[in-house]
């Protein structure tokens, strides 16, 4: 477990923009279990996460069409949440940081760890604008 100090302002830079933090499984059923659209992003105290995953979240939701819903966990913070939200990743293996695009509570898109580091966060703000073009 990360201290909350070191990671309040690294989730300060999804809940700013509107995502809602969940620190429980009964949470996160119920957000993806949600009509329409929801985007969670596992946050992660990793570079990658700072340098990519953020950014791009926040970047694509510049876009005419976007997800219904914002919400995220954070790896090695929330357990029991980020544990959760990893179930209804399957089959994709558990990866901090991780994007995942839901529809009606069905997996329509993620984007794993080997996704995400080492592109920049243009990148994968297109990506993610890509399905929501497609999804939203």
Same mark, same amino acid.
């Given at each position: 477990m990360y201290p909350a100090e070191l990671v309040k302002p690294m989730?300060?830079?999804?809940?700013? /923009?509107?995502?809602?933090?969940?620190?429980?499984? *009964? &949470?996160? $059923? !119920? +957000?993806?279990?949600?009509?329409?659209t929801t985007l969670v992003v596992v946050n992660s105290v990793c570079g990658c996460?700072?340098?990519?995953?953020?950014?791009?979240?926040?970047?694509?939701?510049?876009?005419?069409?976007?997800?219904?819903?914002? /919400?995220?966990?954070?790896?090695?913070?929330?357990? *029991? &949440?980020? $544990? !959760? +939200?990893?179930?209804?990743?399957?089959?994709?293996?558990?990866?901090?940081?991780?994007?995942?695009?839901f529809k009606d509570g069905e997996l329509v898109h993620m984007l794993e760890r080997h996704h995400i580091e080492g592109r920049p966060a243009e990148l994968i703000a297109e990506n993610l604008m890509d399905a929501y073009n497609e999804h939203c």
């Open positions: 989730r300060a830079d999804l809940t700013n /923009v509107g995502f809602e933090e969940l620190q429980t499984a *009964e &949470a996160v $059923d !119920k +957000a993806i279990a949600k009509e329409g996460a700072a340098a990519n995953a953020r950014p791009g979240a926040r970047m694509s939701l510049d876009n005419a069409k976007k997800p219904s819903n914002l /919400v995220t966990v954070f790896a090695g913070v929330d357990r *029991e &949440a980020t $544990d !959760k +939200a990893r179930e209804h990743m399957v089959p994709f293996p558990p990866s901090s940081p991780s994007i995942a695009l």
